[in-house]
């Protein structure tokens, strides 16, 4: 994580190109636990690079291939069970936060290649709405309740618009 914040802010200081943003970030997600770092610096921090998304990042993590997709869509349904969450509890920055989270995984979703993604977000469509498939003991283990497996199941679909 912390080599991710590093080359967020080269990268956001102009000190460090697309290309070469991309070809370091490609070597982190090539692991499960390298690209779950670059995602939680990303997604939650204050750097445009996931608000902008250059071309060379998106071929790069669209290489990676399911695993990237995989974490954009766990990462979609988390963010918007939490910003429902948040809204409950009346936290307005932290549910403001939640809410950028998921709309940074909905418009990378909508980059990455569409054959992987449709079938990620078609799988855990089916456990949101229908408690069934692969993703049902995803959403259980976080204890997500009704409305919220209803507002993962609306963010799902709105990839597709």
């Not at 910003?83 to 549910?95: I, K, P, T, Y």
């Not at 909508?110 to 408690?131: F, I, K, M």
Request: one cysteine or more; glycine letters at 8%.
């Amino acid at each position: 994580m912390e080599i991710t914040a590093q080359w967020l802010g080269l990268w956001e200081n102009g000190e460090l190109s697309d290309e070469v943003l991309a070809d370091r970030v490609a070597e982190l997600v090539a692991s499960r636990d390298g690209a779950r770092g670059f995602f939680v610096v990303s997604l939650a921090g204050d750097c445009p690079l996931m608000d902008r998304l250059p071309e060379p990042l998106v071929l790069a993590l669209g290489a990676a291939g399911e695993g990237v997709v995989d974490l954009s869509a766990r990462n979609l349904a988390m963010s918007t069970s939490m910003a429902l969450h948040h809204e409950r509890a009346g936290d307005g920055a932290q549910q403001s936060a939640s809410e950028r989270v998921a709309l940074r995984c909905t418009e990378l979703l909508r980059l990455l290649p569409s054959e992987l993604v449709r079938g990620r977000l078609e799988t855990l469509l089916a456990a949101a709405a229908e408690n069934q498939g692969d993703d049902v003991a995803f959403l259980e283990r976080w204890g997500y309740d009704a409305q919220q497996k209803a507002a993962i199941a609306a963010a799902v679909e709105a990839v597709a618009l």
